[in-house]
């Protein structure tokens, strides 16, 4: 065998045991992806104060059991949940929408099958009962002209001890008063911590009630976050761009 021959079969073992390589890493990638943590990043305000535009964050899939929207693109492989477990009222969840059952939305789990669910003067009653709503400081945010805007912020705490800060942009809101929502069963109701800059289960036309096969995973930690409008592939704004301070903020 010639020296020329045994370079060209080594660069040829050699590729193929790249590609074996890439092979195993991709494999172990989706399997992590399907069956424990998936990335997602937030792109709309509906979340504020809790989660910012700019945000990376892990979702775990097995947190509510595996549906087919546990596996990428959603195949229309069955239908229910693999070791399903109901959410917790109070949980952050990214579920598929709906209306189109392939958009991605977070929101928070208010409603659990058979609650009543109600806005009354801005503020959310569970089965008839209001749920605390405490006035704290202000959420101060940076209006189009660089002036300081302050928008009210409250605390609420659900039955289940689980308590998280709301925004009430506009006072008699368009969804501060709402008719009662009956959850059926296997499924949820979902709302947004921006209570005024939120689609979710109070607009029924465009959300509505959420199936609970629909549930892709639980909100874990922020892991990764960046001011709005700047690129997280962007390394060398590191230094000015992350919110270092959001970074490991766990969600639960």
Request: proline share 7%; with cysteine; charged share 20%.
């Amino acid at each position: 065998m010639s020296v020329t021959t045994d370079k060209k079969q080594n660069a040829e073992g050699g590729f193929l045991e790249i590609l074996k390589i890439c092979a195993q890493a991709l494999l172990i990638a989706i399997v992590i992806r399907t069956l424990a943590f998936q990335p997602f990043n937030i792109p709309s305000g509906s979340m504020e104060k809790t989660l910012l535009v700019g945000d990376y964050l892990f979702v775990s899939k097995y947190a509510y059991g595996y549906s087919r929207y546990s596996l990428p693109f959603g195949p229309p492989v069955g239908s229910g949940r693999l070791f399903g477990s109901m959410p917790h009222r109070g949980d952050i969840a990214v579920f598929k929408l709906p209306t189109d059952n392939s958009t991605d939305y977070i929101k928070r789990v208010i409603g659990l099958p058979g609650d009543r669910i109600q806005m009354l003067d801005g503020v959310l009653h569970i089965n008839e009962k209001p749920v605390p709503k405490v006035r704290i400081d202000d959420y101060v945010v940076t209006a189009p002209d660089g002036s300081p805007q302050r928008i009210p912020r409250y605390r609420e705490t659900l039955d289940n001890g689980v308590s998280y800060e709301v925004l009430d942009m506009v006072e008699n809101g368009f969804l501060d008063n709402t008719p009662v929502y009956t959850v059926p069963e296997g499924h949820l109701f979902m709302m947004g911590d921006n209570r005024d800059n939120s689609t979710d289960s109070r607009v029924q036309s465009a959300v509505g009630y959420v199936p609970f096969e629909n549930l892709v995973g639980r909100a874990e930690l922020i892991f990764f976050s960046v001011e709005r409008g700047e690129a997280a592939w962007a390394f060398w704004r590191w230094p000015w761009s992350v919110r270092w301070t959001r970074l490991g903020t766990s969600l639960r």
